[in-house]
């Protein structure tokens, strides 16, 4: 089959020829139609990731077709159209993973390839109101919004919600879940283009964060938040705190920017607000994001679609921090 491979750090993405996988107890083959990108394949390009190896087929997100399945009882699944949950073993706890959780892509192989075998328990139906490519967006930047923002920030109905960088596939998903939810949310981004793509979705408004005074502005626009999502971190996450009204919830699961200041410590304690780290999520949140895209209808904003041999070209567009959504692989 062809698939792409990534054969060591720094080395750009290729296709080649490798076996097909062979099915173990419990797996299925899945005949992809489209893979996604995320941050974490730039991070493993690059070498910044735990548990490298190589050669290694990357990719977590994906929609295909079910192909073959090792068990008679998963017999139902052959020919549906399916999203893979990439979050592996993530175990019994629902408050965090298990020690042996992985994540599709690295270091078992992923979906950059046209076929990938997992296990029948990781399946779902795509939501039959998108696209191969639109559904291929979902499912890593989608568990993340979502844990994110309604397990870990716990946004409700009404809260005001700040999402930064939003032109991040995680952020938009996470943008497009609290508007679904009643929230009021408000955007950054480093683009105004893309702030004016993201009012035109819903965000009831939003700042450029290489303007000096973004913080003041967005304080103005909006009165404060009750809820906070970030992947930046950085020197600018102590403006976070300020931004939060009393009682309010910062969830972060990025550090784009690097390490974090949080500021003087009294403004946390007197505030009473929650500071958090969020990691991908478990089983149900995974379902209930399913759910939730297909009760509202919910279209995955996808920014390109590139042919399987152009994957390089893709990681490329995604490191210079162009994309709005998703950047695409299709298979065929
Ligand atoms: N812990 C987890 O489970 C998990 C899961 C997914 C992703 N992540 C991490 O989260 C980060 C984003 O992932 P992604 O896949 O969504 O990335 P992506 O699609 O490549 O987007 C990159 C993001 O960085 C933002 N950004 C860059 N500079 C910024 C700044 N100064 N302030 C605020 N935002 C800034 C961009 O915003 P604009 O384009 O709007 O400027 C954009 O949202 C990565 O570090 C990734 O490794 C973690």
């Not at 408000?186 to 819903?202: N, Q, R």
């Amino acid at each position: 089959m062809k698939a792409i491979i990534l054969e060591g750090v720094n080395q750009p993405l290729k296709l080649a020829d490798v076996e097909k996988p062979e099915l173990r107890a419990g797996e299925v083959l899945v005949k992809m139609k489209a893979a996604a990108f995320n941050h974490r394949d730039y991070w493993i390009q690059k070498g910044q990731y735990g548990g490298l190896r190589f050669p290694s087929i990357q990719g977590s997100d994906g929609c295909g077709v079910v192909d073959m399945v090792a068990d008679s009882e998963n017999n139902h699944w052959i020919g549906k159209d399916v999203v893979i949950n990439p979050s592996l073993n993530w175990g019994n706890n629902p408050h965090t993973q298990a020690k042996d959780y992985i994540i599709l892509g690295m270091a078992q192989d992923g979906t950059f390839a046209e076929y990938v075998k997992v296990q029948a328990r990781l399946l779902y139906e795509k939501p039959a109101h998108l696209t191969a490519a639109q559904a291929a967006a979902i499912p890593l930047a989608g568990l993340t919004g979502y844990r994110a923002l309604m397990t870990r920030a716990a946004a409700k109905p009404g809260n005001k919600v700040l999402i930064t960088g939003i032109g991040g596939g995680v952020a938009l998903l996470c943008m497009q879940f609290a508007i679904a939810l009643g929230c009021d949310v408000y955007v950054t981004s480093g683009s105004d283009e893309k702030i004016a793509k993201a009012t035109s979705m819903g965000a009831k408004g939003g700042v450029n964060y290489k303007t000096e005074n973004w913080h003041k502005e967005i304080q103005k626009m909006s009165g404060g938040f009750d809820a906070i999502i970030d992947s930046a971190c950085g020197e600018q996450f102590e403006k976070l705190v300020d931004l939060c009204k009393p009682a309010g919830r910062i969830a972060f699961y990025g550090a784009t920017l690097g390490a974090f200041n949080s500021g003087v410590p009294a403004k946390i304690f007197w505030k009473q607000l929650t500071i958090c780290g969020s990691t991908m999520g478990n089983d149900d949140e995974f379902a209930a994001m399913i759910n939730l895209i297909s009760t509202h209808k919910i279209i995955p904003v996808v920014d390109a679609v590139y042919p399987m041999g152009e994957a390089q070209l893709a990681m490329e567009k995604m490191a210079r921090g162009e994309q709005f959504g998703k950047i695409v692989l299709s298979m065929y």
